[in-house]
Structures are given as structure tokens and as C-alpha cells.
């Protein structure tokens, strides 16, 4: 939203789900710009946590007649009766951050649902609720909202329940994994175990500031994942890689992913080239950002002792450092550099990491910090600490080398 200039406000943030305010309405195609979104939904009312914490947990019959009155009264059920052609096939997701709120998911599902579905019947409409009591979870997933059009329909309904205030909203948009999936695992060049997955890739992008028009580069291309994804952008792309089996595998998957998607006027270059000559292949201020993830070091299949990581680590450092150096002679001003380095757990359970920043402040850059304290609310709770942080980090149990992902700005 920074690099499109889209004013925003973020006034709540939890593990379960965050709300912003914006000062123009989202398109809904815009989750396909997004790595990590799975549900967008628009809010159409609000009313107090305690409410629905009365409602289902002291079983206040009163509280729960009130909400089901504000659902009434927030029009979605208005507009599923409108869409619907004959019978109407709806679902409800309910998302919790209070732990004590979690067991009653189930059945605020089931109220919502009956609420719904009596109101339906005012309007003449027969009713279909799709909903799982016998889940941990009370929320259907992207893929079941997919597969049962209820974006189109405007047929799900989601409850968002924050620690002061609860949001009633309506899905506009959800992540389509099968496009992801394609991209990922349909393409006509592979290279699974160093592969980035695309989620990541678009991640890294848009944390890029990369906009159409703009010109990226990835000198550690591989089979051009991060390439790829900055065409869908509609930026034009350059690759470089060392291996001349990666310049012409990225260079097939390039011309693949032109014909799927029709992107006639794409406009990609990938050449064979060591990173300690970039500037000379690439020119002096020639591209406006640069997204890639070098060299993590060897697959591990255990985890490693700190000695060893750290060892990793040192072996790496003249490969990364060499490589900031060139990044910025080749960077516009203001460009932006997105990198990653290895994020190695240890059998001690601390990670190694590489001091990737301090080098990069020396070649002449500045840290860009992930979020940004002016986009929140000012009486967010948390803020300070998302403000302070310096990276991302994007690791799972499976994986020994995590990544740690780093913005710099010229």
C-alpha cells in the first residue's frame, strides 16, 4: 500500500486477523498482489468484545439477542437475499484473539448461522449454512470460500472478535492457492531444494517497493521465481546467475509464464553472471529494486551446533558482503535492496544470524524497518514493538535454516 500510495491506517493487530482503515475502497483483486493475505473482509459494523463475551460465556440471553440484532442491522444478510438466485448457500468464520473466547467459536458459529438463516426466511429464502461445530476452529478455509463461490455471492460472513471491540464483516476476496500452485509446481523448470516458494517471492516484491513500470533485479536468480513474480507486477526484470543451467531454466519458466498469463508485453532479460562483477553487466544506477535470496549454505539434516552454524556463516559473509557492495552501485537512489541471509537454529536453541546490516549501513545504505509506528493507531497496544523491528524472519518446525529478510534503501 506505501509503494501505491494508498493512504491506511492499521487500529488493530493480532495473531488471528488485523483491521485497517483506508481512505479509498480495495479492490478485491487486490489479494492477488498479496504473498501472505488469505481473507479480506470488509467491515459493515462493530460493537463491544464484553457484548459477545456475555452473549456465550455467561449465556446472557439478552446480549445474544443484541447480536444477533446488530448482525440484522449491518445489511449483509440484505445483500445475500439480493444476489441469491433461489436457494442460498452460506458460511460463517468466526476468528477469536482471547483465548477464553476460542472454545465458544462453535457455537457463536451456530447462532450467527441461525440468525442468519431466520432472517433469510423474511425475505422468502430458503437457506443452506455451511459451518464445522466439530472443528477446533470455527472458520471456513480459503480454499472451501473458493469452491463454494461465496465471495461472489457475498455469502460469508465473518466475526472478528479483538480484545475491545468485535468487527462483523462480509469476505470480499481470498487467496486462490491453486494460482500459487500452478506457478510453483506446473512450471516447466524445477529446482525443489534450494526453490523459493512464489508466497515468498511476492513478499519479497512488494516489501521492494516494486510498482509497474519499475525495473528489478535478481543476480541470484535461480530458476526465476522472484523474477517472475515482479512480471506479474507488471515490472520489466533482469536475472543474473552463475549457473548457466539456471539462466536457461528462468529464461523457459519466463516464456511459460508469459503464454499462461498473457503477458504480452512482458519484458525479461536473464544473462549468466558472477555478482562480483554486476555493475559491469548491469550498469551504474540501472534498476530501480533488487529482490534475491544468494547462497543459504548447505541443506542441513539435523539441527546444527552454534560452532557449526557459525562456521556457516563465516564461509558465507565474503559472498553476501561482496554482493551489498555491488548492489548498491547498481541500485537507482532510493532504490530499494531486499535480501535474505540464513537464519540458522541451533541444538543450544539460539540462532545464528549474519550482521548483515552493519555491512550494508558501511556500502552506504539505511535500514528500512518492516512497519512503519505513523501507520498505527495511536492507542494500538503493541505498536512499539512491531515499529522496532528490524527484519522479517520466515521459518517453520521442518526447516534447520530459516530466512531472515532485510530492506535497505539507497
Request: glycine letters at 6%.
Amino acid at each position: 500500500m506505501q509503494a501505491r500510495q494508498i493512504r491506511f491506517d492499521v487500529m488493530y493487530v493480532s495473531r488471528e486477523f488485523f483491521t485497517i482503515q483506508l481512505d479509498e475502497q480495495l479492490d478485491g483483486n487486490a489479494i492477488a498482489d498479496l504473498g501472505g493475505t488469505i481473507k479480506i473482509g470488509e467491515a459493515k459494523t462493530e460493537f463491544a468484545s464484553e457484548l459477545v463475551k456475555a452473549a456465550f460465556i455467561e449465556k446472557n440471553k439478552e446480549a445474544q439477542r443484541q447480536v444477533s440484532e446488530a448482525l440484522e442491522k449491518s445489511g449483509l444478510v440484505d445483500a445475500m437475499a439480493k444476489q441469491a438466485e433461489g436457494k442460498v448457500f452460506f458460511g460463517v468464520s468466526v476468528y477469536c484473539t482471547e483465548s477464553q473466547l476460542k472454545p465458544q467459536a462453535g457455537g457463536i458459529q451456530r447462532l450467527l448461522g441461525s440468525a442468519i438463516k431466520e432472517e433469510l426466511a423474511g425475505y422468502g429464502k430458503k437457506a443452506r449454512f455451511m459451518g464445522f461445530a466439530d472443528k477446533k476452529q470455527a472458520q471456513l478455509s480459503h480454499v472451501e470460500v473458493l469452491k463454494k463461490h461465496l465471495v461472489e455471492s457475498k455469502s460469508e460472513v465473518l466475526l472478528c472478535i479483538g480484545k475491545e471491540t468485535a468487527w462483523v464483516a462480509t469476505t470480499v476476496a481470498v487467496h486462490n492457492p491453486f494460482e500459487f500452485q500452478k506457478r510453483d509446481i506446473y512450471k516447466p523448470r524445477q529446482r525443489k531444494i534450494f526453490g523459493m516458494p512464489p508466497r515468498l517471492a511476492k513478499i519479497m516484491v512488494n516489501l521492494s517497493a516494486c510498482t509497474p513500470g519499475k525495473v528489478l533485479l535478481d543476480p541470484f536468480c535461480g530458476v526465476g521465481t522472484v523474477l517472475a513474480e515482479a512480471l506479474l507486477v507488471k515490472a520489466a526484470v533482469v536475472g543474473t546467475d552463475i549457473n548457466p543451467w539456471c539462466v536457461k531454466a528462468a529464461v523457459d519458466n519466463l516464456v511459460w509464464l508469459k503464454q499462461e498469463y498473457e503477458l504480452w508485453d512482458a519484458d525479461f532479460r536473464v544473462v549468466q553472471s558472477d555478482v562480483s562483477v554486476l555493475t559491469s553487466k548491469i550498469g551504474q544506477e540501472a534498476v530501480d529494486c533488487i529482490v534475491s535470496e544468494p547462497d543459504l549454505g548447505p541443506a542441513l539434516r539435523q539441527v546444527p551446533t552454534t560452532p557449526y552454524a557459525e562456521k556457516v556463516i563465516l564461509k558465507l559473509e565474503p559472498l553476501f558482503f561482496g554482493f551489498v557492495e555491488e548492489a548498491y552501485k547498481v541500485l537507482k537512489p532510493q532504490g530499494r535492496l531486499v535480501l535474505v541471509t540464513p537464519y540458522m537454529r541451533t541444538r543450544s536453541g539460539q540462532a545464528v544470524t549474519m550482521p548483515i546490516a552493519e555491512k550494508a549501513l558501511d556500502a552506504g545504505f539505511s535500514l528500512v524497518k518492516p512497519f512503519v509506528e505513523g501507520n498505527f493507531k495511536s492507542t494500538l497496544v503493541g505498536k512499539e514493538d512491531l515499529a522496532a523491528l528490524e527484519s522479517l524472519v520466515e521459518v517453520d518446525e521442518r526447516h534447520k535454516t530459516g530466512r531472515q529478510i532485510h530492506i535497505f534503501e539507497k
